[in-house]
């Protein structure tokens, strides 16, 4: 069973649309995360979630809109799609939020394309 | 200045060599350090935390922290191709955020 799921894999869509991408995991984590990878590889985390809470909201446009319908579940809503939101759009999962020791568990990203 | 840096690469290391992958920090206050692997069109994966001074071996691999100089490094020995991939370090900071450095990406030449 995959352990953190996304999708969807791929998307590529016109400037202006307004798309969502989703995000599970299985692994009974209480804490999910959103990061976005650019061309250069740089991982820059974008929001981050504890038992359905919002914990971390990093500078990122209002058009990007994170919901946590429950613990295993965190999707990525956007609005307004621009083309400098081509990317890879990472979910991540951890046991809980607060132990410094915490490791993170990667979903294998959705690919957004913004022609 | 970025919370975490790394040199970008590309390194190219001879198969059988050893790989070395050194990563700094800004924030003094940080508390854990991740290596993360990365394969092209996959999603990061962790290979290596540390949490404290020193070294810390897993097989191949050998994690070295140094808080005093906010330096971390990982050490790949008996270098493989399938090694091949960009290497995450991660910091984990006081208050409790994940920071990714660039990445650096490693070749092992057969």
């Known amino acids: 069973d995959t352990a953190v799921s996304q999708t969807p894999k791929y998307l590529v869509t016109q400037m202006g649309n307004d798309k969502s991408i989703k995000c599970e995991q299985n692994?009974?984590?209480?804490?999910m995360y959103w990061y976005k990878q650019d061309s250069k590889k740089f991982l820059k985390i974008m929001f981050s979630y504890n038992n359905k809470e919002l914990i971390i909201n990093e500078t990122v446009p209002n058009r990007f809109s994170p919901k946590s319908p429950d613990k295993a579940h965190l999707n990525l809503h956007i609005n307004s799609l621009e083309l400098g939101d081509s990317a890879v759009y990472f979910c991540a999962s951890s046991q809980d939020w607060g132990s410094l020791q915490e490791t993170q568990y990667f979903g294998p990203g959705t690919r957004l394309l913004v022609l | 200045q970025k919370e975490v840096e790394q040199n970008s690469g590309p390194l190219s290391v001879p198969e059988g060599a050893i790989a070395s992958l050194n990563c700094t920090y800004s924030d003094r206050g940080s508390q854990s350090f991740f290596w993360y692997r990365q394969y092209s069109g996959k999603s990061p994966e962790l290979i290596m935390s540390?949490?404290?001074?020193g070294d810390k071996e897993d097989g191949r691999f050998t994690a070295q922290l140094n808080k005093a100089s906010q330096y971390v490094s990982l050490l790949i020995r008996d270098s493989q191709p399938s090694d091949s991939a960009t290497y995450l370090c991660?910091?984990?900071?006081?208050?409790?955020?994940?920071?990714f450095g660039t990445g650096t990406s490693l070749t092992v030449i057969p």
């Open positions: 692994l009974g984590h209480d804490t």
């Open positions: 540390i949490y404290s001074n």
């Open positions: 991660a910091v984990n900071n006081r208050g409790n955020q994940f920071y």
